[in-house]
């Protein structure tokens, strides 16, 4: 990603803070002191989230938040546990479907289209937009079955040669091909942890999605493994739009080209990530960064 | 004394737990505070209790089980001599109307005067050896305690004490159900043993004839009996295969129906009612089976124009499943509803739909679980009598047509042992080689079910 240093020339539409309009304000949920700061949208958005607001019956878990993902960026959610990150990342891809009191307003669009669309079908939607879960979850399958499950059932090969050739792209894309090609056939339950993750990123890419989501996708494995999985990550960026959660700033900084940080359900911040680690503009972007706070 | 002596083994332990518990307490104030016991007053009160308990009920229960022999060996010291030379199986008839005379019970007004003597003697030699007894309990009731409340101190490990002698219960409690197990299967094996005496192994695991009724005189007009094994236990797979294949996929469907799709309302509404049919006694399924289904399918048969008998394989299959498809539904809705959410976000986030989910790693995930209820079912379905006594009838057919009436191995049990009985007939002891076979049937199905959910849980979690 191209940053020009010329504001007018600037792939990112700037938003300076706005001036607060304290006689608006009263009907507006977003707090006038967490309105979001920084560079919030990008030029040639992949997904484009605008006015988003998740409640989960009365309980408001997100407040009007305003955000895009570029093409082959990286984008870091960070905040204390309870800001809404993980809801925000599961609803790029309508994964709180699953939950019966959860409602979602305002748009999220993938390419220009409207997901909550009520004529957006969310079985394409969600192979177009993968996720990886914070703890490894691979089925109870073979090595092979695990990343064979996506492209079996959304049909998209046609013989046994060609989903072989996917399962080994994208084993060789996850990094993991090499430590598995002898025992496709075992199960996948008996990798190690840092494996099982790397499994399920592979069985996320195997369907060739657009944008993976990853849901802190280090917090249960040891710094080797994590060290790879953030390998893979920066590698994965080339061709896939990511979106991470993570609670380790570190990880933020060195895999993400932005950085997104929220606050009780508020966007504060976002921003280039050396700038939102170097240089925050908000004082609780400075505060949580460090170590002040959450 | 003696009908008192455990009410008062009790009074004794309430008496030593509170004794024990306030010594603990009055050390505790000497130290300043329970704290600085190494247990709780509580736990110091259960050590003296057990004290007092144990000994005496261990002599109890030893007494209880030497005291007819105990008695009975003093006895023969003081019987004539022509008494002495008899056969132990005479000499336990003798010893059986001398107890009768001297308690009073069936037959006991015997003329015989050496018997009479002999009652008297059993009487006074009874009350002097439960005196004797009494006093031992009552002395083991009271010595060991006071010497446990003196050995009360501030580090006496009462807790530790008190938790061993609980996983000693335990470990009781458990031998219970083993040696019982043993037990049943070794009295099986054994009268087994004798019909094999008098029918060739062979003859009955192989053999096509079930015909269980032997002329019992010579001038009988009676079968000589046949005791092939083969068309009873095809009867018994036959249904129970039935039963199967109604329980299975009804069961298996409603419980992925309850705990994938039905919302939270409905399935606390419907699991219970589905698990009344498992409380339904057999005996009404039976008569349900019997005067309605029977008839029904022999109408339908008839209507149809195949014969069929009004006793039939199938009326007792169905019904017989029927009654099965809670133990199905039940066990396998939970068991789905165990599979963790992640495995289902997982499944979904790659864009599969709820349908697939379930069906590529929901049941897969489940599979061991719902492998056990489905063998648990066919136990059942193996054991179950009381509807095939009436729907299915008792006529040993060798045959595969589910129209005909078939009997099963449990329903030949029944009628075996039901009326008179001599145990040195074939006929008799034809149910326990029936048995031990069908015991050896459902335990060769529990170690399949063992080893397919151990493979499976190895390779799923």
């Known amino acids: 990603m191209e940053i020009a240093t010329n504001p007018t020339d600037t792939p990112f539409s700037i938003i300076m803070p706005k001036p607060i309009d304290h006689e608006n304000s009263s009907d507006q949920i977003v707090q006038p002191d967490r309105e979001t700061v920084g560079i919030p949208f990008v030029k040639h958005p992949r997904m484009s989230c605008r006015d988003v607001v998740v409640r989960y019956g009365d309980k408001q878990a997100i407040n009007s938040i305003s955000i895009d993902v570029g093409k082959n960026e990286a984008l870091a959610m960070i905040g204390p546990s309870g800001c809404g990150k993980s809801t925000f990342l599961r609803c790029l891809n309508r994964m709180n479907d699953t939950i019966p009191s959860c409602r979602v307003e305002g748009s999220i669009c993938l390419d220009g289209i409207d997901i909550y669309d009520p004529a957006t079908d969310v079985v394409p939607l969600r192979a177009r937009v993968g996720m990886v879960f914070q703890k490894p979850n691979p089925f109870p399958k073979s090595i092979y079955d695990n990343v064979a499950y996506g492209p079996q059932i959304h049909g998209l090969t046609s013989t046994k040669a060609e989903l072989d050739t996917i399962v080994e792209t994208s084993l060789s894309k996850a990094g993991l091909w090499d430590e598995v090609k002898d025992r496709l056939q075992e199960p996948g339950t008996g990798l190690s942890g840092g494996q099982q993750q790397r499994l399920c990123i592979a069985r996320a890419i195997a369907v060739s999605p657009e944008v993976i989501l990853m849901d802190e996708p280090c917090s249960a494995l040891d710094p080797i493994a994590t060290a790879k999985v953030e390998e893979l990550i920066a590698e994965l960026r080339t061709q896939y739009s990511i979106v991470i959660v993570t609670h380790a700033m570190q990880q933020a900084a060195r895999v993400s080209q932005r950085t997104a940080y929220f606050h009780l359900g508020d966007l504060v911040e976002v921003g280039a990530t050396d700038k939102v680690f170097t240089n925050p503009l908000h004082k609780l972007t400075e505060d949580y960064i460090t170590g002040r706070f959450g | ?461």
């Not at chain 2, 289902?344 to 209820?373: K, Q, Y």
């Open chain 2, 1 to 461: 004394m003696y009908p008192y002596i455990l009410p008062c083994i009790v009074i004794l332990s309430v008496a030593f737990y509170l004794l024990g518990a306030r010594r603990a307490n009055s050390i505790a104030v000497f130290y300043g505070g329970t704290k600085n016991l190494h247990s709780l007053p509580s736990h110091y009160g259960l050590y003296s209790a057990i004290c007092c308990a144990l000994p005496p009920i261990l002599v109890f229960v030893l007494w209880r089980i030497f005291e007819e022999t105990f008695i009975t060996s003093s006895l023969s010291q003081s019987l004539p001599q022509e008494y002495l030379t008899l056969s132990a199986n005479e000499l336990t008839l003798v010893y059986n109307e001398i107890k009768n005379v001297a308690l009073g019970g069936f037959g006991a007004n015997s003329s015989n005067q050496v018997i009479k003597d002999a009652a008297t003697l059993y009487l006074a030699n009874l009350h002097s050896a439960r005196n004797l007894v009494c006093a031992l309990i009552v002395v083991l009731g009271i010595i060991p305690p006071l010497f446990a409340l003196k050995h009360i101190s501030k580090d006496l490990r009462a807790r530790n004490i008190v938790e061993n002698i609980g996983m000693a219960v335990l470990i009781a409690c458990s031998a219970v159900a083993i040696l019982t197990t043993v037990g049943i299967v070794l009295s099986v094996i054994f009268e087994a043993l004798h019909f094999f005496k008098a029918v060739p192994v062979s003859d009955f695991l192989f053999g096509l004839k079930w015909s269980p009724q032997v002329a019992m005189r010579a001038d009988q007009a009676g079968s000589s009996g046949a005791f092939g094994a083969v068309p009873v236990f095809l009867g018994t797979f036959l249904i129970a295969s039935i039963a199967m294949s109604v329980a299975i996929p009804i069961g298996l469907l409603s419980a992925i129906y309850l705990s994938e799709y039905a919302t939270n309302r409905t399935r606390t509404l419907v699991k219970p009612i589905l698990e009344i049919l498992a409380g339904i006694p057999t005996v009404v399924y039976g008569f349900f089976a019997a005067l309605t289904v029977a008839p029904l399918i022999r109408d339908i048969g008839t209507a149809l124009g195949c014969s069929v008998s009004s006793e039939s394989a199938l009326a007792a299959g169905l019904v017989m499943g029927i009654m099965i498809i809670p133990f199905v539904s039940s066990l396998s809705d939970d068991v789905i509803h165990a599979v963790p959410q992640t495995m289902r976000d997982g499944s979904l986030a790659l864009g599969a739909t709820h349908f697939e989910t379930i069906r590529n790693v929901i049941i897969p995930a489940a599979l061991p679980g719902i492998v056990g209820s489905i063998l648990l079912a066919i136990s059942r379905a193996l054991g179950e009598t009381m509807i095939v006594v009436m729907a299915a009838g008792l006529s040993a057919n060798l045959t595969f047509n589910p129209l005909t009436a078939v009997t099963t191995v449990t329903v030949q049990i029944v009628t075996l042992l039901v009326g008179d009985q001599e145990f040195d007939s074939p006929k008799t002891l034809a149910a326990f080689a029936l048995g031990l076979l069908l015991f050896i049937f459902t335990l060769i199905l529990n170690i399949i079910a063992l080893k397919i959910v151990r493979r499976y849980r190895e390779q799923y979690e």
